[in-house]
């Protein structure tokens, strides 16, 4: 008899996290736990949520589900990635699935998929929207080479001439669908001047249609989608306006469906990139196992928080390497964790 746990955690944050519509200290996020060992993580959106009670009802519907599997396998996986329960907790779910396939057959998780190994992960940095001049400060004294800035909010313009005062770095931009189609005119092309070559949802996604418009035909900026694009059907209603996506994991309900997504981008000539939200590693796995479908990788989340819960993934600045005990999924750290848990 299989045995599973729910832990709801509050994550402090090493600095306010701020996006265009909204910012947090503290990310509560939760937890799922098969037979004590193969864990998942479901982690919402700052902004756009789900709300906790949702979550939680959601995983307890999906829970009460797999109880009924006779067994626990690749079309356990299938079904689980199958359930019509929000997103953010079907991720969880999967990722908790996926480990315990790797941890019961003494495979690595991206070998259960048929996926490539996880070598040479770079990930971006983010900086929150701050004042211009704070900003500038932060992103000149970052050691990380690869740096996203938020942006989105009504001193953007200002924020332009920070990058002519940067060396040495490649500064993406996501504004969250901050701008105005007009906006999104004049920012992707002075951005585009300065040498930014990815700019993740310029506008909201109702606005997607006018992305080609808006990037014009000197621009070499690669457009993004994140928001708006959760399943392998937004994929193919939005492909024709976009240059990328942004799978995540808690968008899209977990590793199968963001594997059709990166599959179907790549066989379009698109870019795929694997983003986060705020979340420890026991999320962040389920995007390193197939991290060999992507491009780029915006998967800095757990270097956010002020502690990780969990072991297996290692980060050496903008390097990320999972070890080489990480069958069986990321392993919680007991004594961190239980200074977390929110009752």
Not at 39 to 52: I, R
Not at 140 to 164: A, F, T
Not at 244 to 261: P, T
Request: with cysteine.
């Amino acid at each position: 008899m299989n045995h599973l746990d729910v832990v709801k955690v509050n994550l402090p944050l090493k600095n306010v996290f701020r996006v265009s519509k909204g910012e947090t200290t503290v990310k509560t996020n939760v937890i799922t736990v098969l037979n004590n060992r193969y864990t998942g993580e479901a982690a919402g959106s700052v902004h756009y949520g789900p709300d906790l009670g949702e979550i939680e009802q959601d995983l307890q519907s999906g829970i009460e589900q797999i109880k009924l599997f006779e067994s626990i396998d690749l079309e356990a996986l299938e079904s689980v990635s199958n359930f019509e329960i929000n997103p953010v907790a079907k991720s969880a779910l999967v990722g908790m699935i996926v480990n315990y396939l790797s941890g019961e057959s003494k495979r690595y998780p991206w070998e259960i998929l048929n996926l490539g190994t996880p070598v040479g992960v770079k990930s971006s940095i983010t900086i929150g929207i701050e004042k211009p001049k704070e900003m500038l400060e932060k992103i000149k004294n970052c050691d990380y080479p690869i740096i996203k800035i938020k942006m989105g909010n009504e001193e953007d313009i200002m924020v332009l001439d920070i990058l002519d005062q940067l060396e040495g770095k490649e500064i993406r931009v996501d504004a969250n669908g901050g701008w105005t189609c007009a906006k999104a005119e004049e920012m992707v092309f002075h951005l585009s001047q300065k040498g930014v070559k990815i700019i993740e949802q310029p506008t909201d996604a109702e606005f997607v249609s006018e992305w080609n418009h808006i990037k014009g035909k000197k621009s070499d900026a690669c457009l993004i989608m994140d928001e708006g694009l959760n399943s392998l059907e937004d994929y193919k209603k939005y492909s024709e306006f976009i240059d990328g996506v942004n799978i995540k994991m808690e968008k899209c309900g977990g590793i199968v469906e963001g594997i059709a997504i990166a599959n179907a981008a790549r066989e379009d000539g698109k870019k795929v990139m694997l983003g986060c939200m705020v979340e420890s590693s026991i999320g962040i796995a389920q995007s390193l196992y197939m991290s060999s479908r992507a491009d780029y990788y915006d998967l800095d989340a757990p270097l956010l928080l002020k502690e990780d819960i969990a072991r297996g993934i290692t980060y050496d600045m903008e390097s990320i390497a999972v070890d080489r005990e990480i069958i069986g999924g990321p392993k919680i750290m007991r004594d961190v964790i239980e200074k977390y848990i929110s009752q």
